[in-house]
């Protein structure tokens, strides 16, 4: 790999790496699983899906749609990945048996774990556990409406929703607009917990809200910068673009508190010969920062792009707004404090500085590490500022990529999901309704959990998702939820929510159709700002009482409101929702004609090209940005004895490779080196400094709860951090929330490790 920097070793060897971990990310192993699954009973409807005109149920990414199931945006075949037929085995199951809940009880199915529940198989008819009953019972569609329509009566500030990705465009701007039509702003969406901060940062200096960055200007870059995000197992086919990207002189830089072997090497199978076997070197630096210092290590890379004479201060001046402090800022703060704060030396700055700074073309890539933080929106802050004083926004391969997680979580926030919402969309709402929206500020998901732990929520809605397990604090979660008097959850397979998160009077499980087995078309955005039009399609579960998304919605909204302030039961056929749609928002104007055309597109305003912001003034606003002060409290504050041995650590939570959001495909984590699930992924030096070995078992304990004999793993994880499993440690902490975008901090839970005497 190439240096940048004397003395300097871009990539350490992976000395801390499990015994039993792979050597690259990606690889044969992918071939193998892909072969198992074509030759399984359901090989047949597996290519069969793969196939279909519309997009992936995965990341958002993106592939499918019209150009073909395999086919990205820009024309490329083989666009399909391990995680794509990981969801859609998932939905091909066959139906979860008619007696199944009349066998198992409601305390059995709360002993089911995430892996346990989805494999169940597809939800096919609705049913409903009624207050102080044991057992789900089946509920007819009629009862379902009726039980439905009272709650939804309830006064509009008592009412919310709650959303995923998993669904369409046109389900999202019938949940929005029937949620405001009855006066509530109550839209809390999965976002809220991931990246909000990405949302409200980008908004605040640029006054948009999703990437500016298209995969066609990804491809001309010659420098990608990849914060906090483990794309290797999270969003795969992003790996393509940065091997091509290294495959023609560029740089890559890595910043991740654990070294993930896939974010080194990773073998893809879109290059049999160069990469799948041989695997293609990924990171030309990586960089392991302490957990929540990001800010203090983007600072770091300007001040170095100053002192190096790599500051474009002509762009600053031509394109910004309060540059000047920022690069003080940047200049004044001292090397110790900043070093210190990050835990990355002076001269590995100087060489990611280097790099960016010689670069003609860099993209500034971020996921979950940076933004759920307790400064998440300082972090999305001081990343923008390091492209603008290196001049890399406005102009093609270069820009700002928030890459996301769900595959349509960016098109509901577009769609007006939001407690947040645009001025111009809420014109045009307010013109649809003939009337003001109501002023009362909405509940994002974190202050929802909190009305509803207060009393304050009668009727909640789901529109897919898993919000008692996506939630920190799941005793919390699990006692808010149980405060509410009515819960619907709208979904294609069970999930822990459904057994956990419990209403106080009725909650409701609804199976609808998914994205390739809907009776009507349908869209969804890619996190790129690419729309995709999806072909109607055929479930595979015969005799089954389920309908699509948007039914169920039309034929509420229409017991709720009557023909206020459209006729609901015509919007059934989607194509009048796209028109809708196309009048309510901006960028979306192409739906209007997209059932003619079949033409898919990508949302007009969006991508950065020219160094022209829609902003007031047409320049880009820079923050300074303050370095976080992080402390971590001292095993006293956690109740042990002085006697009890053990230390307290920065404990990241994240998903497991075949993993999706809180949905568990597989219970290890081969390339982590991780056997199950209660697993700790720690420093080796960090454990036996506290007397701790491998694979011994230990107690680790958060500010609400603690889990026992949980196993060590020693792995690439910098000093003082260490790793666990996202659902299932949420049990443990109740999270420090980023203010400005109500984001709870995940990624730095304070936690204290130790052995039982």
């Known amino acids: 790999m190439d240096t940048n920097s004397q003395n300097i070793q871009p990539v350490p060897p992976f000395s801390e790496k499990n015994d039993e971990s792979p050597d690259m990310g990606g690889g044969l192993p992918i071939i193998e699983y892909w072969a198992k699954q074509t030759l399984s009973p359901e090989g047949p409807k597996l290519w069969q899906t793969l196939l279909h005109k519309s997009a992936c149920l995965s990341c958002s990414w993106g592939t499918g749609g019209q150009k073909g199931g395999f086919t990205n945006e820009d024309g490329e075949k083989l666009q399909r990945c391990m995680k794509s037929v990981e969801a859609i085995s998932a939905e091909i199951k066959p139906a979860i048996s008619t007696n199944y809940f009349q066998q198992h009880n409601i305390a059995e199915l709360q002993q089911l774990t995430s892996r346990e529940a989805d494999r169940l198989g597809r939800l096919s008819y609705p049913m409903i556990l009624r207050a102080g009953a044991s057992h789900y019972d089946r509920i007819s569609w009629q009862e379902v409406y009726e039980i439905a329509e009272a709650a939804f009566r309830k006064t509009p500030e008592r009412v919310a929703s709650y959303s995923s990705g998993r669904s369409s465009n046109e389900a999202a701007f019938l949940l929005q607009l029937m949620m405001r ?34 995969l066609e200007n990804l491809k001309q870059a010659d420098c990608v910068v990849l914060a906090g995000a483990n794309s290797a197992y999270n969003h795969p086919r992003f790996m393509n673009e940065l091997i091509k990207i290294r ?105 990611a500085a280097k790099i960016i700074g010689n670069s003609q073309r860099v993209v500034f890539g971020w996921a979950m590490g940076i933004t759920q933080q307790k400064n998440g929106v300082d972090n999305v802050f001081s990343i923008a500022n390091t492209a603008l004083m290196t001049g890399n926004l406005g102009k093609t391969g270069a820009g700002l990529l928030p890459v996301r997680g769900h595959s349509n979580v960016q098109g509901f926030g577009s769609m007006g999901v939001t407690v947040n919402l645009k001025k111009e969309i809420q014109q045009t709402l307010e013109k649809l309704l003939g009337r003001p929206l109501s002023a009362v500020k909405g509940y994002e998901t974190r202050s929802l959990i909190e009305a509803a732990d207060a009393g304050k929520v009668d009727t909640l809605i789901c529109l897919g998702g898993n919000l008692y397990g996506a939630n920190p604090d799941s005793n919390e979660a699990k006692r808010a939820l149980g405060k509410i008097e009515t819960i619907i959850y709208i979904a294609t397979k069970p ?14 499980v609804l199976p609808v159709l998914n994205r390739f087995e809907n009776p009507y078309k349908t869209t969804v955005e890619s996190g790129n700002n690419f729309v995709r039009f999806n072909d109607e399609g055929e479930t595979h579960l015969k005799d089954a009482d389920l309908i699509s998304e948007v039914h169920f919605l039309t034929e509420l909204a229409a017991r709720i409101h009557g023909t206020y302030p459209v006729d609901w039961r015509q919007l059934r056929d989607t194509k009048y929702v796209r028109q809708l749609i196309a009048q309510t928002i901006p960028g979306y104007e192409k739906m209007a004609t997209i059932d003619e055309t079949k033409e898919e597109f990508t949302i007009s305003g969006r991508i950065f090209t020219e160094p022209k912001f829609p902003t007031d003034s047409g320049k880009a606003k820079m923050f300074v940005t303050p370095l976080p002060v992080l402390k971590l409290p001292e095993i006293k504050e956690f109740g042990a004895s002085e006697s009890v041995r053990g230390l307290v650590v920065a404990l990241m939570t994240g998903r497991s490779y075949s993993q999706h ?3 568990v495909y597989k219970i290890d984590d081969k390339y982590r080196g991780m056997p199950h699930r209660n697993c700790i992924l720690m420093n080796r030096a960090d454990a036996e400094s506290a007397g701790m070995k491998e694979h011994q078992r230990v107690t680790v304990q958060g500010n609400v709860g603690k889990m026992e004999n949980v196993e060590v793993i020693y792995g690439a994880v910098r000093e003082g951090a260490a790793l666990m499993f996202y659902p299932e440690v949420n049990v443990i902490f109740h999270p420090e929330i980023e203010r400005r975008s109500g984001t709870p901090a995940y990624k730095r839970v304070p936690a204290f490790v130790y052995a039982e005497a």
């Not at 910043?255 to 893809?268: A, D, T, Y």
């Not at 999930?495 to 409701?508: E, P």
């Open 181 to 214: 039509a009855i006066g509530s702003n109550n839209l809390a969406d999965c976002s809220d917990l991931c990246h909000a901060p990405s949302t409200t940062g980008l908004n605040e200096m640029f006054a948009t809200r999703t990437s500016v960055v298209s």
């Open 247 to 351: 495959d023609k002189g560029g740089k890559i830089i890595v910043i991740n508190p654990v070294m993930e072997i896939g974010l080194v090497k990773f073998g893809s199978p879109a290059f049999p010969v160069k990469s799948l076997i041989p695997g293609s070197d990924i990171a030309s630096l990586y960089l392991q920062p302490i957990p929540g210092s990001d800010t203090a290590l983007f600072v770091g890379i300007q001040k170095s792009v100053i002192e190096q004479g790599l500051l474009d201060e002509t762009y600053l001046q031509a394109h910004t707004e309060g540059w000047e402090a920022a690069v003080q800022h940047a200049r004044e703060t001292d090397w110790e404090t900043i070093t210190t704060t990050c835990g990355v030396s002076q001269a590995e700055i100087e060489a």
């Open 495 to 508: 999930n822990l929510g459904h057994f956990s998160g419990l209403a106080h009077h009725n909650t409701i």
């Open 661 to 663: 959001n809180t949905v």
